[in-house]
């Protein structure tokens, strides 16, 4: 059996997967988030490892694989001799390294990341914490798989996938390992580093549980289910749904510069080679539906904002930009702030509900064209996975906003399932996983045409209002 373990933002999911990678058992623990000031997001390194142990715990079976996908640009920096966290986390959602971003050369980071200079990566926050700590020596670097890694193995082993590895501005797409120029630019020094490994390779022997395990795929949570969903050849195109929204298009062997803003990162590939994919990122999907439960009071839990969303039939013309931590794909503005527009007397609960469910298809909206205009063929199909891919009302929207058809899997935790097939992959398992891929339900669009691209207009009058409003 292989314990599949997904490290996200706001929790942590294993999955107990037997040969055929079905799910034998399921453990989650929610992970709290902390905002020590306003464009601040952190986490307690302690707090992630105690979720991982719990979820597993809870997760049972017998494993003797453990495979980890995790949150991919959050920032852990820990003493080498204790293991012990110098700081919080920086988590991607981070922004106090903005005024560091804007000061770099776009051109350099991009031609040799296919990445853009913005707080979400791990390099700056990285620059930041080993600031703090005035020259220190003996510390670690670590994204979340580095430190899950680092904490089973006991310290054996510091090191980094190679898909984790392209999210830290630090490493080139040209060679797949660390740049020599960026290290100085960012003034990282070598020994703090991790070894890259690849996502299919067998790391090393752990500990979770009172039981020894093997460490075998890893990869960053995107990525993962990329591959989770198959998508292993030029064209395919998923979006995972959760804290944020990820949709990535596999482009092979071929790395795809765009020109709207979409990222250039490397990927899974189903023969172990180097492979590439486009990716727009949203930073709040879910996020924005956990808001509306821990700050207004407007549901009491996640699961309730479809119910209250479909009483009523629209948003009553009112829109909500959730840009709480800034703008990622296709704006990349890290100044914007979120904002209702179109307030009315009228709008109640339900259409405010309604309206962060709708900001969330139609941000995937702007990815997909962005996509396309860079010139990826037109996807048959959107392939959905994550939390909030179980909403039935999002998937709609999500097929009208696009009109194209919605497929979702029987396994909508298809970033535990990626991180299995890997260590299937890496193991030599033939086929694994078939089942678990299958598409058990479909959506197919409703909207007309000329309904769509009105409201699509919008739309984007209404991000480039809430933009437009932090300028100075």
Known sequence: MILAVDQGTTGTTCLTLDRDLRVVGRGYRELPQHFPRPGWVEHDPEEIWTSVVEAAAEAGGDPDTVAITNQRETTILWERATGKPVAPAIVWQDRRTADRCRELDADLIRSRTGLVPDPYFSATKLEWLLREQGGREGLAFGTVDSYLVWRLTGGEQHVIDVTNASRTLLVSLETLDW???LLELFGVPRDVLPRIVGSAET???GQLLGRTMTIRGIAGDQQAALYGQGCTTAGAVKNTYGTGCFLMAFTGSKRVASKHGLLTTVACSADGG????LEGSVFIAGAGVQWLRDELGVIPTSAHVEALARTVPDTLGTHFVPAFVGLGAPHWDADA???????TRGAGRAHLARAVLEAIAWQSRDLL???IDDGAPRPREL????GAAANDL????QADFLGLPIARPALIETTALGAGLLAAQALGWKDAGRAARKVAKRYAPRMDRSEREQRLKAWRRAVEAARAATRP
Not at 274 to 277: D, G, K, M
Not at 337 to 343: C, I, K, Q
Not at 383 to 386: A, H, K, L, P, T
């Open 179 to 181: 740049d020599d120029e």
């Open 369 to 371: 064209d962005a996509v």
């Open 337 to 343: 702030r979120g904002a209702w527009l179109g307030l």
């Open 274 to 277: 180097a492979a590439y994919a």
């Open 394 to 397: 999002l998937m709609q929207m």
């Open 383 to 386: 392939r959905v996975d994550g």
């Open 203 to 205: 790391v090393g022997e």
